[in-house]
């Protein structure tokens, strides 16, 4: 029999095609029965008996209380689902997990690059499934959200690398402390030898891996023997390319600066672009949390910066970020469905602050104002979702308009 597949996403539509379609899949968004092209059915969620299932695969994001995860007997995430299924083969690749708030996709990126040379192939969090991955491949380096640790109970990574966190997807995971008990959740099942290397400061679990726990860049660079002269990247792209090469010393006892200083970096992130009258202006959309806006803010902070900032904060708390905000030369252009609360938290701290509604009408406003010696700065610290279809969309527009600003 085959699984019941919780939730029609890339993930369980990639298991479903990896057994030959005719799967069922149970959704929220199905409101009648419904057949795919690839002989699947889906269902709406209230029709799932549990009594007629042996087992359940999730797609990630199903929230911890649905009603689907209370009735189903067996569940498990593509990740106890495919390496539980390669490991009883005996084809289970080495894995290296990538978790954390930002800089996941950024370090998937680069370890993958730097191992590609050995076989290394990427996947999960990072756009492709792990049932789409080759088995045969010999490393597989996954970026792992916090809803598939969250799910996971049974595979564990050989490598485990998590990136600084602070509090996010609050309205998923309930509180911060659920949040980092799910981002250190892979600990409990590594096995003696394996690393585990994390943040200092966090509430370890039992483990039986050998834990290395950073706080700096110059921790990595001295307990790993590596050298950040030599390589090209600055600010938060500095620890993940020193975390990066962290790993591939750990697994081959090599180092290659140059070949890391020749990855390019993400779209979307931090990404720089000159208008018709040479003045910077940052594209950071993929700047969805907090942290991540005030470490763009941190990079650009010899300069006046004039942040554009807003959109679905997700439940998030703010105030950290403000904070930060009212000790640099920054004023504020604010977007999106939480552009009232931000105003408000602006006006406490003497922010200046213009509403703007959209990003169009930011970047308009902006570009009236801005001078040589400024920095222009997408970084929305909030989701795209309440006006956009992704943080990618949300870019490209900021690059689209920003390209076709007059010199005039």
Request: glycine share 6%; with cysteine; aromatic share 8%.
């Amino acid at each position: 029999m085959k699984p019941a597949l919780l939730g029609y996403g890339k993930t369980t539509r990639a298991i479903a095609r990896r057994l030959g379609g005719g799967c069922t899949f149970f959704d929220d968004n199905c409101t009648t029965p419904t057949a795919d092209t690839e002989n699947n059915t889906i269902y709406p969620s209230d029709s799932f008996d549990p009594d007629r299932s042996q087992m359940e695969i999730l797609t990630p994001s199903i929230p911890p209380e649905h009603p689907l995860l209370e009735k189903a007997k067996n569940p498990l995430s593509e990740y106890d689902y495919i390496l539980g299924t390669l490991s009883s083969r005996g084809q289970k690749p080495f894995t290296v997990w990538i978790s954390g708030t930002n800089g996941k996709t950024t370090t998937t990126q680069m370890l993958t690059h730097l191992l590609e040379g050995r076989g290394a192939i990427s996947g999960g969090n990072i756009g492709t499934p792990l049932a789409d991955l080759d088995p045969a491949a010999p490393i597989w380096v996954l970026e792992s959200s916090s809803y598939t640790l969250h799910h996971t109970r049974y595979a564990s990574p050989n490598i485990y690398l998590l990136l600084p966190i602070t509090p996010d997807h609050l309205n998923w995971h309930g509180s911060p402390e659920a949040y980092e008990a799910d981002k250190l959740k892979p600990l409990l099942r590594m096995r003696e030898g394996e690393l585990a290397l994390v943040p200092q400061g966090l509430n370890l679990p039992q483990t039986d891996a050998w834990v290395v726990e950073y706080d700096s860049p110059a921790f990595l660079e001295s307990f790993f023997d590596l050298d950040s002269s030599k390589l090209r990247y600055k600010a938060a792209f500095l620890e993940d390319a020193l975390l990066s090469l962290a790993i591939a010393r750990v697994l081959f006892d090599e180092t290659d600066y140059t070949l890391l200083n020749q990855f390019t970096l993400d779209h979307h992130r931090q990404e720089e672009l000159r208008d018709a009258l040479g003045r910077l202006w940052v594209n950071d959309s993929k700047a969805t949390n907090a942290d991540a806006a005030m470490q763009a803010i941190r990079t650009y902070s010899d300069h006046p910066i004039h942040l554009i900032l807003g959109g679905d904060d997700k439940g998030v708390d703010l105030a950290p970020l403000m904070d930060l905000i009212a000790t640099e030369a920054v004023t504020l252009y604010v977007i999106g469905s939480n552009q009232q609360s931000l105003l408000t938290l602006a006006k406490a701290r003497k922010i200046p602050a213009h509403a703007c509604h959209t990003l169009a009408q930011a970047i308009s406003v902006i570009a009236a104002n801005l001078q040589r010696d400024e920095v222009a700065l997408l970084s929305p610290a909030a989701s795209s979702l309440d006006q956009f279809s992704s943080y990618a969309e949300r870019g490209a527009l900021f690059m689209e308009i920003v390209a076709d600003l007059s010199a005039t």
